[in-house]
């Protein structure tokens, strides 16, 4: 459903997307990668707003040179959502089916109630937005996204910053809309994908790691993560010798997450989804350091 | 759309233009004016209503340009709506303005009248084309500072497009204002949508 080949994107003092390729089909796609690797540029291109530096990028079959045509069906839900403030919840939703062409007042109506449903914010509906929390704004623009009915729907980062429970239902509802859309999730939170996406890409520096099935990508670390409980007074030497992943305290101990290769010490254990993406940028990061 | 418009266009800008028009009689007489008197508040104060609302017209889109540009709507339609209200705001300040002087014994003219609009609306939207492409202060100090060049210069560097040029030649001396205001409008309108294509 969508083709990514070969693009890359320079600014003035930086080229943020290198020979970057992809194939997106239907279903929840996960776009991780750390902050500053290139997510927000890559979705901005699919969405049409920022055009290529040179490679194709097509859309439903149609190049994203077609605006008209892509911005009919593409939706995005930027990562610095905000809207007019003094507008109420109910007219923000209006006012953007007008914008999306919707000119019968009464299907706007129907429309807009119906997805403020979905996103639970109809007991918000007279509210003004500049009153909504963080996570309340960010579904009131799901909810805006969603007015055109759109195939394809790009989401930046829109689980940051957010407590659990609104993390939860964002995730949700996305993975709701999934089961008719292509939704492409960008996010720098591992669990977010971990919880919601099969497949994923990883991008760092304007490349892409790894582009596939997610059980494929945990695979990779199969063998790699061990636990091993030491004393607090080891684990500086284990911080130097090893990438750890997580410490937790343990009674007199430090449970200890890291990763290695044919070690004599620790258990060795299933990784998980961000094992797995730690252990790819720490080779990553290897790779980059001059012999 | 034009509910949205006018729900959009609810800013401090606009607030203010209608606060110093407002408190203008108290700090200016306005009673008993000869058509020049009026010729002269006009083209020095009356056009600051215009310096006000218009520069800031369209700056709230670039901050939600992502969520409003995606959409397959037609912005520049958008743009010449809410100008359209913008311009009649600004009308309907000044035509506050003539009534109370009216009402105290000046004399009025409507050609004055249509001059002091197009003038306000002029000065406006240079202010906006620079905001467009700059930031919102940077519309505001050209505005201003076309104003204030014109004002200390008389209008010497600034030809044709003087702001003060009513007394001496009449509402034909803002036709080349008038020119300008809608090839400003009209370039906007094509950047307006061709954000969309």
Not at chain 1, 104 to 114: F, N, V
Not at chain 2, 15 to 21: G, H, K, M, V
Not at chain 2, 24 to 33: A, I, R
Not at chain 2, 105 to 115: C, G, P, Q, R, V
């Amino acid at each position: 459903m969508i083709k990514i080949d070969n693009v890359h994107k320079k600014y003035k003092l930086t080229h943020a997307l290198k020979g970057v390729s992809l194939e997106i089909e239907k279903g929840m796609y996960g776009l991780l990668g750390p902050n500053g690797a290139g997510k927000t540029t890559l979705m901005r291109m699919i969405m049409g707003l920022n055009p290529p530096t040179s490679g194709h990028v097509e859309v439903l079959g149609q190049p994203i040179s077609q605006i008209k045509a892509l911005r009919e069906v593409v939706s995005y839900l930027p990562q610095e959502y905000s809207f007019y403030n003094k507008m109420t919840v109910y007219e923000a939703m209006d006012y953007m089916a007008i914008l999306c062409n919707i000119k019968d007042k009464k299907e706007r109506r129907k429309k807009s109630i119906e997805l403020l449903k979905l996103v639970n914010l109809i007991g918000e509906k007279h509210k003004k937005v500049k009153s909504l929390s963080g996570g309340m704004k960010r579904r009131l623009g799901l909810a805006q996204s969603l007015i055109k009915e759109p195939k394809v729907l790009i989401v930046d980062e829109p689980t940051a910053g957010l407590d659990p429970e609104e993390r939860l239902r964002i995730r949700n509802l996305l993975t709701n809309l999934a089961k008719d859309i292509v939704v492409i999730f960008s996010t720098h939170i591992v669990e977010d994908i971990a919880y919601s996406c099969d497949q994923l890409a990883i991008i760092s520096e304007g490349h892409i790691l790894y582009a596939g099935k997610k059980d494929n990508f945990i695979k990779q670390a199969d063998q790699m993560v061990w636990v091993d409980d030491v004393c607090p007074c080891d684990v500086e030497a284990i911080r130097d010798q090893y990438h750890v992943i997580s410490m937790t305290p343990n009674k007199d101990k430090v449970s200890i997450r890291f990763i290695g290769e044919n070690l004599d010490r620790g258990q060795r254990v299933n990784p998980t989804l961000e094992d797995a993406y730690m252990s790819l940028m720490k080779r990553e990061n290897n790779d980059q350091i001059p012999a | 759309m034009i509910k949205y418009q006018l729900k959009i266009l609810n800013k401090a800008s606009v607030w203010l233009a209608c606060l110093i028009c407002i408190l203008f009689p108290f700090f200016f007489s306005l009673k008993y004016l000869n058509l020049g008197e009026l010729t002269l508040y006009g083209e020095k104060y009356f056009i600051i209503i215009g310096m006000i609302i218009l520069p800031d017209l369209m700056v709230t889109e670039i901050e939600l340009s992502d969520v409003i540009y995606q959409t397959p709507s037609i912005h520049s339609k958008t743009f010449i709506i809410r100008l359209f209200i913008a311009v009649i705001i600004i009308g309907v300040l000044l035509m506050g303005l003539f009534l109370y002087a009216g009402m105290n014994h000046s004399e009025l003219s409507i050609d004055l009248f249509i001059a002091i609009l197009i003038t306000s609306t002029f000065v406006g939207l240079l202010g906006l084309v620079m905001a467009q492409f700059t930031n919102q202060a940077s519309g505001f100090l050209l505005t201003f500072s076309y104003y204030t060049l014109d004002l200390m210069t008389k209008g010497r560097y600034f030809s044709v497009f003087t702001l003060r040029s009513f007394e001496s030649g009449g509402l034909e001396s803002k036709m080349p204002l008038l020119v300008a205001s809608l090839s400003i409008v009209c370039f906007l309108a094509c950047y307006f949508y061709r954000l969309r294509k």
